[in-house]
C-alpha cells in the first residue's frame, strides 16, 4: 500500500465534537495518513495558531503523523471560488513533491 496524504479543510468541529472524534481525528484514526496537510481559514487559522489544538490532538492520536499547516487568508469559507485556486494550487505542490503517495 502506497503512503497517505491527508488534504483536509480544518472546521469548527475539528478536532473534537461533541466528546467523539471531529472529521479530520476520525480519518486519520482509520486511514493513517503518514502526513495530514490542514487548510485553515483566516478564522480556524487565528485560533490554530493560538491554541495548536488541532495540531496537538492529531499528535497524540498518531506522533507519527506529520502536519503541516496552509494558512489561505480565507474570509468567506462558504465561497468555492475563493477556495478553488487555493486548493488547485496545494495540490499541485503535494503532487509535484511526492508524486509516489496517495492523497
Known sequence: MRERILLTVVGKTDPIRGEHDGPILHIIRHYRPKKAILLLSE??????????????????????????TVHTGIQDVHSYDAFAVTLLSVCSRIRELHPEKEI
Do not use: K
Not at 495540531?55 to 492520536?61: C, N, P, S, Y
Open 43 to 68: 478564522e480556524v487559522a487565528g485560533e490554530e495558531d493560538e491554541y495548536h489544538h488541532n495540531r496537538e490532538a492529531i499528535g497524540l492520536l498518531d506522533p507519527d503523523c506529520q502536519v503541516e
